[in-house]
């Protein structure tokens, strides 16, 4: 009984602590959702005449020959705009080539067999990140092609927008990024967001709901600390090689620990 209740607890913990940058809790909430993903485009792109029309999460755009795109959040709007919105907690996730590479996915997918180039439709790539990744101390970074010579807007409809959401001041965008990192639905600023939030936190079915990623987030804890143990074994065993006077390249093929690791365990034990 009490293992029960501990799991249950441990279930309580996470989900009380959950918010819209974790990239599984974000898709549940915005999935199907069009008047959320309506707020957060018109927000971002400081737009009210936004209309979505359809959205999907984890859109897998194939490439047959190549790498395939999954995408967080895929929307439309009225006028067959594409507006693919990623969580990237990692700066790695939020790199200048990923944003182009999903820009090329996303003309390819939707400009069907015999259509002119003209028809293909405006898209935007939005990255959501944890921390200021093109690191220049703005909330919004907005990227779209000019000519060099004149400085005039190309104009071929690819958009790429960073949103910081570290920036979290007193304006629209600075309360959405709030929300984004809030995990109480209460204290949300967005009807929009906070009601789904709250149906995620506060009722039987939304509990239910939130199942798999209670799950996924154990798996991680999981693998998480065992990643830990083999360090810290791996660790214990370049101590015990460094003891018995073998070279620091030997250690580091050995124990796969890197250069730096290696070397400053040396460091220590020699002073």
């Excluded at 600390?225 to 460094?242: G, I």
Aim: glycine content about 4%; some cysteine; hydrophobic content about 35%.
């Amino acid at each position: 009984m009490q293992n029960v209740m501990e799991r249950y607890q441990t279930f309580r913990q996470v989900v009380d602590d959950i918010t819209l940058m974790n990239n599984r809790f974000m898709n549940k909430v915005f999935d199907g959702n069009i008047p959320a993903t309506q707020r957060m485009l018109r927000v971002i792109l400081k737009n009210d005449k936004i209309k979505v029309r359809k959205v999907s999460v984890q859109q897998w755009l194939q490439n047959l020959y190549g790498h395939s795109a999954q995408l967080d959040i895929l929307a439309e709007d009225e006028n067959g705009t594409q507006f693919n919105v990623e969580i990237q907690r990692s700066d790695e996730g939020a790199s200048v080539q990923r944003a182009r590479f999903y820009c090329g996915a996303l003309d390819m997918h939707f400009l069907d067999k015999g259509k002119k180039y003209e028809t293909l439709p405006d898209a935007y790539v939005i990255f959501i990140t944890e921390t200021d990744v093109l690191k220049n101390g703005r909330p919004l970074y907005h990227i779209q092609r000019s000519v060099d010579e004149t400085g005039e807007a190309f104009g071929d409809g690819s958009h790429i927008v960073y949103v910081n959401a570290a920036c979290q001041d007193d304006t629209p965008l600075g309360r959405l990024m709030q929300d984004f990192n809030c995990s109480n639905p209460a204290k949300m600023h967005y009807k929009e967001l906070a009601d789904t939030v709250n149906y995620f936190k506060s009722t039987k079915e939304g509990e239910i709901d939130m199942t798999d990623i209670i799950e996924a987030y154990a798996n991680n804890k999981a693998e998480k600390a065992a990643e830990e143990a083999a360090h810290q074994s791996n660790v214990e065993f370049a101590k015990n090689l460094l003891t018995e006077g073998m070279s620091e390249d030997f250690i580091v093929r050995t124990t796969k620990l890197s250069c730096e690791e290696v070397r400053a365990l040396a460091t220590k034990q020699s002073a």
